[in-house]
Protein backbone atom coordinates (compact mmCIF):
# COMPACT_ATOMS: atom_id res chain seq x y z
CA UNK A 1 0.00 0.00 0.00
CA UNK A 2 2.12 3.61 -0.83
CA UNK A 3 0.56 6.63 -0.88
CA UNK A 4 -1.29 7.77 -3.65
CA UNK A 5 0.05 9.73 -6.57
CA UNK A 6 -0.43 13.21 -6.33
CA UNK A 7 -0.49 15.80 -9.36
CA UNK A 8 2.48 17.61 -9.08
CA UNK A 9 4.20 20.61 -11.00
CA UNK A 10 7.15 19.54 -12.32
CA UNK A 11 8.81 22.55 -11.06
CA UNK A 12 7.85 20.93 -7.27
CA UNK A 13 8.85 17.62 -7.70
CA UNK A 14 12.38 16.32 -6.96
CA UNK A 15 13.86 13.11 -7.53
CA UNK A 16 17.17 13.29 -5.83
CA UNK A 17 18.22 15.28 -2.74
CA UNK A 18 21.12 17.94 -5.03
CA UNK A 19 18.35 18.93 -7.10
CA UNK A 20 15.87 19.44 -4.77
CA UNK A 21 18.89 21.59 -2.97
CA UNK A 22 18.91 23.93 -5.90
CA UNK A 23 15.76 25.07 -4.90
CA UNK A 24 14.83 24.59 -1.66
CA UNK A 25 11.57 26.47 -0.93
CA UNK A 26 10.33 25.09 -3.88
CA UNK A 27 10.41 21.30 -2.98
CA UNK A 28 6.96 20.13 -2.61
CA UNK A 29 7.14 16.47 -3.19
CA UNK A 30 10.49 14.66 -2.85
CA UNK A 31 10.57 11.05 -4.03
CA UNK A 32 13.45 8.71 -3.05
CA UNK A 33 12.52 5.62 -3.43
CA UNK A 34 14.93 2.97 -4.54
CA UNK A 35 18.03 4.82 -4.09
CA UNK A 36 19.47 2.26 -1.46
CA UNK A 37 19.78 5.02 1.57
CA UNK A 38 20.59 3.58 4.91
CA UNK A 39 20.29 6.46 6.47
CA UNK A 40 16.91 9.11 6.78
CA UNK A 41 18.87 12.19 4.86
CA UNK A 42 19.64 15.51 7.37
CA UNK A 43 18.91 17.39 4.02
CA UNK A 44 15.39 16.63 3.73
CA UNK A 45 15.26 19.41 6.92
CA UNK A 46 15.55 22.37 4.68
CA UNK A 47 12.84 22.04 2.97
CA UNK A 48 10.35 24.17 4.90
CA UNK A 49 7.28 23.43 2.24
CA UNK A 50 7.61 19.92 1.90
CA UNK A 51 4.60 18.23 1.89
CA UNK A 52 4.76 14.58 0.09
CA UNK A 53 8.13 12.54 1.11
CA UNK A 54 8.60 9.17 -0.45
CA UNK A 55 11.25 6.94 0.74
CA UNK A 56 10.01 3.66 0.06
CA UNK A 57 12.57 0.42 -0.64
CA UNK A 58 15.31 1.87 1.17
CA UNK A 59 17.57 0.57 4.04
CA UNK A 60 16.78 3.39 6.61
CA UNK A 61 16.09 1.59 10.00
CA UNK A 62 15.48 4.79 11.91
CA UNK A 63 13.55 8.31 11.47
CA UNK A 64 15.16 11.18 13.17
CA UNK A 65 13.15 13.24 16.09
CA UNK A 66 13.83 15.65 14.24
CA UNK A 67 11.18 14.35 11.36
CA UNK A 68 8.38 17.08 13.57
CA UNK A 69 10.04 20.01 12.02
CA UNK A 70 8.77 19.06 8.43
CA UNK A 71 5.49 21.04 9.46
CA UNK A 72 4.01 20.88 6.17
CA UNK A 73 4.10 17.45 5.47
CA UNK A 74 1.16 15.94 4.41
CA UNK A 75 2.22 12.53 2.85
CA UNK A 76 4.67 10.26 3.97
CA UNK A 77 6.13 6.79 2.71
CA UNK A 78 8.64 4.50 4.69
CA UNK A 79 7.35 1.45 3.48
CA UNK A 80 10.02 -1.41 2.69
CA UNK A 81 12.61 -0.09 5.05
CA UNK A 82 14.12 -1.45 8.37
CA UNK A 83 12.09 0.34 10.46
CA UNK A 84 11.65 -1.46 14.33
CA UNK A 85 10.04 1.69 16.15
CA UNK A 86 8.51 5.40 15.56
CA UNK A 87 9.44 8.44 17.34
CA UNK A 88 6.69 9.69 18.99
CA UNK A 89 7.93 13.36 17.23
CA UNK A 90 6.36 12.04 14.31
CA UNK A 91 2.71 12.21 15.68
CA UNK A 92 3.19 16.12 16.04
CA UNK A 93 2.99 16.40 12.22
CA UNK A 94 -0.56 17.15 12.51
CA UNK A 95 -1.24 17.91 9.23
CA UNK A 96 -0.38 14.35 7.84
CA UNK A 97 -3.19 12.88 5.82
CA UNK A 98 -1.15 9.49 4.41
CA UNK A 99 1.03 7.60 6.51
CA UNK A 100 2.70 4.40 5.35
CA UNK A 101 5.04 2.31 7.26
CA UNK A 102 4.45 -1.09 6.04
CA UNK A 103 6.82 -3.17 5.39
CA UNK A 104 9.40 -2.97 8.16
CA UNK A 105 10.10 -4.36 11.64
CA UNK A 106 7.48 -2.04 13.89
CA UNK A 107 6.65 -3.95 16.92
CA UNK A 108 4.92 -0.76 18.70
CA UNK A 109 2.98 2.37 17.62
CA UNK A 110 3.15 5.51 20.06
CA UNK A 111 0.56 5.92 22.00
CA UNK A 112 0.51 9.64 20.87
CA UNK A 113 -0.29 7.97 17.66
CA UNK A 114 -4.17 9.78 17.97
CA UNK A 115 -2.93 13.04 17.56
CA UNK A 116 -3.01 12.56 13.66
CA UNK A 117 -6.02 13.72 13.59
CA UNK A 118 -6.49 14.64 10.01
CA UNK A 119 -5.03 11.36 9.10
CA UNK A 120 -6.69 9.79 6.22
CA UNK A 121 -5.18 6.47 5.35
CA UNK A 122 -3.00 4.70 7.84
CA UNK A 123 -0.68 1.73 6.02
CA UNK A 124 0.84 -0.72 8.51
CA UNK A 125 0.93 -3.88 6.86
CA UNK A 126 3.59 -6.49 6.97
CA UNK A 127 5.04 -5.28 10.47
CA UNK A 128 5.14 -6.92 13.80
CA UNK A 129 2.63 -5.15 15.67
CA UNK A 130 1.30 -7.03 18.65
CA UNK A 131 -1.25 -4.64 19.50
CA UNK A 132 -2.61 -1.25 18.40
CA UNK A 133 -2.85 1.52 21.19
CA UNK A 134 -6.48 2.87 21.84
CA UNK A 135 -5.86 6.37 21.09
CA UNK A 136 -6.00 4.85 17.21
CA UNK A 137 -9.65 5.73 18.19
CA UNK A 138 -8.63 9.44 17.96
CA UNK A 139 -7.82 9.18 14.39
CA UNK A 140 -11.48 9.60 13.50
CA UNK A 141 -10.45 11.08 9.43
CA UNK A 142 -9.31 7.84 9.28
CA UNK A 143 -10.84 6.47 5.80
CA UNK A 144 -8.58 3.39 5.20
CA UNK A 145 -6.24 1.11 7.52
CA UNK A 146 -4.22 -1.45 6.80
CA UNK A 147 -2.90 -3.43 9.65
CA UNK A 148 -2.26 -6.99 7.53
CA UNK A 149 0.28 -9.83 8.31
CA UNK A 150 0.95 -8.58 11.96
CA UNK A 151 0.82 -10.30 15.51
CA UNK A 152 -2.61 -8.93 16.54
CA UNK A 153 -4.96 -11.06 18.65
CA UNK A 154 -7.02 -8.44 19.20
CA UNK A 155 -8.83 -4.94 17.88
CA UNK A 156 -8.89 -1.87 20.10
CA UNK A 157 -12.59 -1.07 21.33
CA UNK A 158 -11.79 2.19 20.50
CA UNK A 159 -11.77 1.68 16.65
CA UNK A 160 -15.76 2.51 16.74
CA UNK A 161 -14.72 5.58 17.15
CA UNK A 162 -13.45 5.84 13.28
CA UNK A 163 -16.81 6.47 12.31
CA UNK A 164 -15.36 7.87 8.35
CA UNK A 165 -13.59 4.43 8.04
CA UNK A 166 -14.34 2.88 4.35
CA UNK A 167 -11.81 0.04 4.19
CA UNK A 168 -10.56 -2.02 7.12
CA UNK A 169 -7.59 -4.76 6.25
CA UNK A 170 -6.51 -7.01 9.06
CA UNK A 171 -5.87 -10.54 7.76
CA UNK A 172 -2.92 -13.15 8.44
CA UNK A 173 -3.00 -11.49 12.23
CA UNK A 174 -4.28 -13.99 15.26
CA UNK A 175 -7.59 -12.41 15.65
CA UNK A 176 -10.13 -14.52 17.89
CA UNK A 177 -12.97 -12.06 17.20
CA UNK A 178 -13.97 -8.66 16.43
CA UNK A 179 -15.00 -5.48 18.95
CA UNK A 180 -18.85 -5.21 19.30
CA UNK A 181 -17.56 -1.71 18.47
CA UNK A 182 -17.20 -2.46 15.24
CA UNK A 183 -20.85 -2.09 14.73
CA UNK A 184 -20.81 1.40 14.48
CA UNK A 185 -18.33 1.73 11.61
CA UNK A 186 -21.73 2.61 9.12
CA UNK A 187 -19.33 3.97 6.31
CA UNK A 188 -17.45 0.66 5.76
CA UNK A 189 -17.13 -0.43 2.42
CA UNK A 190 -14.72 -3.39 2.59
CA UNK A 191 -13.88 -6.13 5.44
CA UNK A 192 -11.14 -8.26 5.27
CA UNK A 193 -10.73 -10.30 8.28
CA UNK A 194 -9.29 -13.68 6.62
CA UNK A 195 -6.61 -15.77 7.32
CA UNK A 196 -7.11 -15.33 11.35
CA UNK A 197 -8.57 -17.30 13.81
CA UNK A 198 -11.96 -15.77 14.63
CA UNK A 199 -14.31 -18.01 16.00
CA UNK A 200 -17.92 -15.66 16.41
CA UNK A 201 -19.00 -12.42 14.96
CA UNK A 202 -20.31 -9.67 16.89
CA UNK A 203 -24.66 -9.26 16.43
CA UNK A 204 -23.25 -5.74 16.02
CA UNK A 205 -21.83 -6.66 12.26
CA UNK A 206 -25.53 -6.64 10.82
CA UNK A 207 -25.16 -2.54 11.49
CA UNK A 208 -22.22 -2.25 8.49
CA UNK A 209 -25.14 -1.11 6.20
CA UNK A 210 -22.11 0.00 3.55
CA UNK A 211 -20.55 -3.28 3.54
CA UNK A 212 -20.13 -4.78 -0.02
CA UNK A 213 -17.57 -7.16 0.36
CA UNK A 214 -16.56 -9.08 3.28
CA UNK A 215 -13.01 -11.81 3.64
CA UNK A 216 -14.04 -13.80 6.65
CA UNK A 217 -12.54 -17.14 4.43
CA UNK A 218 -9.89 -19.04 6.88
CA UNK A 219 -11.22 -18.30 9.79
CA UNK A 220 -13.08 -20.97 12.49
CA UNK A 221 -16.41 -19.91 12.16
CA UNK A 222 -19.35 -22.30 12.99
CA UNK A 223 -22.28 -20.11 12.07
CA UNK A 224 -23.27 -16.51 11.61
CA UNK A 225 -25.59 -14.35 13.18
CA UNK A 226 -28.38 -13.79 12.27
CA UNK A 227 -28.11 -9.95 11.62
CA UNK A 228 -25.67 -10.40 8.87
CA UNK A 229 -28.79 -11.02 6.92
CA UNK A 230 -29.47 -7.29 6.96
CA UNK A 231 -26.18 -6.17 4.78
CA UNK A 232 -28.24 -5.35 2.02
CA UNK A 233 -25.49 -3.76 -0.20
CA UNK A 234 -23.40 -6.62 0.26
CA UNK A 235 -21.77 -7.63 -3.46
CA UNK A 236 -19.58 -10.40 -2.27
CA UNK A 237 -18.98 -12.77 0.81
CA UNK A 238 -16.47 -14.81 1.00
CA UNK A 239 -16.55 -17.96 3.78
CA UNK A 240 -14.60 -20.84 2.64
CA UNK A 241 -12.50 -23.12 4.72
CA UNK A 242 -14.09 -22.37 8.05
CA UNK A 243 -16.18 -25.19 10.10
CA UNK A 244 -19.57 -23.52 9.49
CA UNK A 245 -22.38 -26.13 9.87
CA UNK A 246 -25.18 -23.72 8.55
CA UNK A 247 -26.39 -20.79 7.19
CA UNK A 248 -28.87 -18.14 8.42
CA UNK A 249 -32.63 -18.94 7.30
CA UNK A 250 -32.98 -15.23 6.28
CA UNK A 251 -29.98 -15.25 3.76
CA UNK A 252 -32.31 -14.08 1.30
CA UNK A 253 -32.37 -10.64 2.17
CA UNK A 254 -28.73 -10.10 0.96
CA UNK A 255 -30.42 -8.63 -2.04
CA UNK A 256 -27.18 -7.30 -4.05
CA UNK A 257 -25.52 -10.54 -3.32
CA UNK A 258 -23.66 -11.56 -6.61
CA UNK A 259 -20.41 -14.19 -5.66
CA UNK A 260 -20.80 -16.49 -2.51
CA UNK A 261 -18.02 -19.05 -1.19
CA UNK A 262 -18.95 -21.22 1.51
CA UNK A 263 -16.43 -24.11 0.18
CA UNK A 264 -14.72 -25.91 2.24
CA UNK A 265 -17.13 -26.13 5.20
CA UNK A 266 -19.48 -28.32 7.22
CA UNK A 267 -22.52 -27.25 5.37
CA UNK A 268 -25.54 -30.20 4.69
CA UNK A 269 -27.77 -28.04 3.57
CA UNK A 270 -28.68 -24.30 2.51
CA UNK A 271 -31.86 -21.93 3.50
CA UNK A 272 -34.66 -22.45 1.08
CA UNK A 273 -34.46 -18.57 0.89
CA UNK A 274 -31.15 -18.36 -0.95
CA UNK A 275 -33.68 -18.89 -3.92
CA UNK A 276 -34.63 -14.90 -3.45
CA UNK A 277 -31.16 -14.14 -4.67
CA UNK A 278 -31.84 -12.84 -8.27
CA UNK A 279 -28.45 -11.35 -8.80
CA UNK A 280 -26.72 -14.36 -7.16
CA UNK A 281 -24.39 -15.71 -10.73
CA UNK A 282 -21.62 -17.36 -8.79
CA UNK A 283 -21.23 -20.17 -6.19
CA UNK A 284 -18.51 -22.18 -4.65
CA UNK A 285 -19.56 -24.97 -2.90
CA UNK A 286 -17.13 -27.39 -3.09
CA UNK A 287 -15.91 -29.46 -0.33
CA UNK A 288 -19.04 -29.46 2.25
CA UNK A 289 -21.38 -32.08 2.97
CA UNK A 290 -24.40 -32.19 0.78
CA UNK A 291 -26.45 -35.52 -0.34
CA UNK A 292 -27.46 -36.20 -3.19
CA UNK A 293 -31.21 -35.00 -2.84
CA UNK A 294 -29.87 -31.65 -1.38
CA UNK A 295 -27.62 -30.96 -4.32
CA UNK A 296 -30.52 -30.95 -6.88
CA UNK A 297 -32.37 -29.34 -5.04
CA UNK A 298 -29.82 -26.73 -4.40
CA UNK A 299 -29.59 -26.42 -8.36
CA UNK A 300 -33.51 -25.83 -9.00
CA UNK A 301 -33.26 -22.78 -6.17
CA UNK A 302 -30.30 -21.25 -7.64
CA UNK A 303 -31.13 -22.14 -11.79
CA UNK A 304 -29.37 -19.01 -12.88
CA UNK A 305 -26.15 -19.40 -10.68
CA UNK A 306 -22.75 -20.90 -12.10
CA UNK A 307 -22.47 -23.34 -9.07
CA UNK A 308 -18.77 -24.99 -8.32
CA UNK A 309 -19.49 -28.18 -6.45
CA UNK A 310 -15.81 -29.49 -7.34
Known amino acids: ??????????????????????????????????????????????????????????????????????????KLDLSGNKLSSIPSELTELSGLTNLVLSWNFINELPKTIGNLKNLKQLGLNNNLLNSLPESIGDLTKLQELVVSENNLSSLPASLGNLTELKKLRAP??????????????TGLEKLEVHENNITSLPESIGNLKSLQKIRLYKNLLTHLPASITGLNKLGKLFLYENELQELPEDLGKLSNLVELDVSFNELKSLPQSIQELSKLTKVSLTRNEFSADEINKINTLLPKATISWN
Do not use: R
Open 172 to 185: GNHLASLPDSIGKL
Open 1 to 74: MNSETSNCNSSMCFYSIESALKAPESVKKLDLHFKDLNVFPEEIFSFPNLEELILWNNQISEIPTEIKKLTSLK
